[in-house]
């Protein structure tokens, strides 16, 4: 069983970063990969960024690749989602979720966090 729980979201100026982190519960965490969604209002979810159980693979949706970058700390049990030149479109709840294999789709993963909201105004 693994718990996540995101923080770290908030307000940015268009241009600017934000780095929320996704912290994870359960001695097995270091074995899921970790996957970053987000949602917008009047949207479906979206894939955003993943990275495997090593941190050695990642893959990102073509709207955030070269602004965003998806790392872990498997000591902390943490995932971080570095997001640089914040566009106002990135407005969404963010979420990070767990699963045995990355993936963009979301029923590769088991286990979800509540979300993070992140709000660009320009």
């Known amino acids: 069983q693994v718990q996540l729980v995101e923080s770290g979201g908030g307000l940015a100026q268009a241009g600017g970063s934000l780095r929320p982190p996704c912290a994870a519960s359960?001695?097995?965490?270091?074995?899921?990969?970790v996957g970053w969604f987000r949602q917008a209002p009047g949207k479906e979810r979206e894939f955003v960024a993943a990275?495997?159980?090593?941190?050695?693979?990642?893959e990102y949706a073509d709207s955030v690749k070269g602004r965003f970058t998806v790392s872990r700390d498997n000591v902390k049990n943490a995932v971080y989602l570095q997001m640089n030149s914040l566009k106002p479109e990135d407005t969404a709840v963010y979420y990070c979720a767990a699963g045995p294999l990355s993936g963009t789709s979301e029923a590769a993963y088991d286990y979800w966090g509540q979300g993070t909201q992140v709000t660009v105004f320009s």
């Open positions: 990275i495997n159980w090593s941190g050695g693979i990642t």
């Open positions: 359960g001695r097995t965490f270091s074995r899921y990969a």
